[in-house]
C-alpha cells in the first residue's frame, strides 16, 4: 500500500497537497498513536521519496527512537545534541541545509544531507517528540515543507 502512495506532481507543494487527504484517509477511525505515527512515515517516505522519516520520544533526558522508515537509525539522542537534540532543548522546528555543517551533527547515515526536525507537543505545550526527516540531497527543506508537516502532524493525538 505504502508504494501505491509515491505522487508524481511537478512540484513538492502539488505532492504534500495530494498526499494530506491521503494520510487524513490513513489515520481516520485509528485511534492508536504508534500504529498512526508509523503510517505517517511510511506515507511520507514513499510519497515524498524521502531518505528517512522518523519519530523520537522524550524519555527522560533522552530521545527515545520510535516507529520510523528509512535505513538503521541512532536509538538514543542526549537533549541538545545533534539536530534532533537541539530541535528539542530550543522547542522550535530546525531546518538544515548541509548537515556538514550543522555543530555536533550525530551521522545516523553518511548519506543524510539535510533535514528539518519539528518537536511535537502535549496538551500543556511540553515537548512529547520531535519528528525528523531527512533527504539525500543538500538544501531539500524549507518553510513550505515546515508548513505541510505541521499540518500532517496536527492529525495525530499527544
Not at 71 to 82: E, F, L, Q, S
Request: charged share 25%; glycine share 8%.
Amino acid at each position: 500500500m505504502a508504494e501505491d502512495l509515491l505522487i508524481t506532481g511537478t512540484t513538492k507543494e502539488e505532492r504534500y497537497q495530494s498526499l494530506l487527504p491521503q494520510i487524513k484517509g490513513l489515520l481516520e477511525g485509528e485511534s492508536d498513536l504508534l500504529a498512526n505515527m508509523g503510517n505517517v512515515c511510511a506515507a511520507l517516505k514513499y510519497g515524498m521519496d524521502f531518505f528517512w522519516v522518523g519519530f523520537y520520544f522524550v524519555k527522560g533526558d533522552e530521545l527515545v527512537l520510535g516507529p520510523f522508515q528509512g535505513p538503521v537509525a541512532c536509538t538514543r539522542i542526549r537533549k541538545g545534541k545533534g539536530v534532533c537534540g537541539t530541535s528539542w532543548q530550543r522547542n522550535e522546528v530546525i531546518i538544515v541545509e548541509d548537515v556538514e555543517k550543522f555543530p555536533g551533527h550525530i551521522a545516523c547515515s553518511s548519506l543524510s544531507r539535510s533535514e528539518i526536525v519539528l518537536p511535537l507537543h502535549d496538551s500543556q505545550g511540553a515537548v512529547k517528540a520531535v519528528f525528523d526527516v531527512d533527504s539525500s540531497e543538500l538544501a531539500s527543506f524549507d518553510r513550505n515543507d515546515e508548513l505541510y508537516l505541521k499540518q500532517i502532524l496536527s492529525l495525530l493525538s499527544f
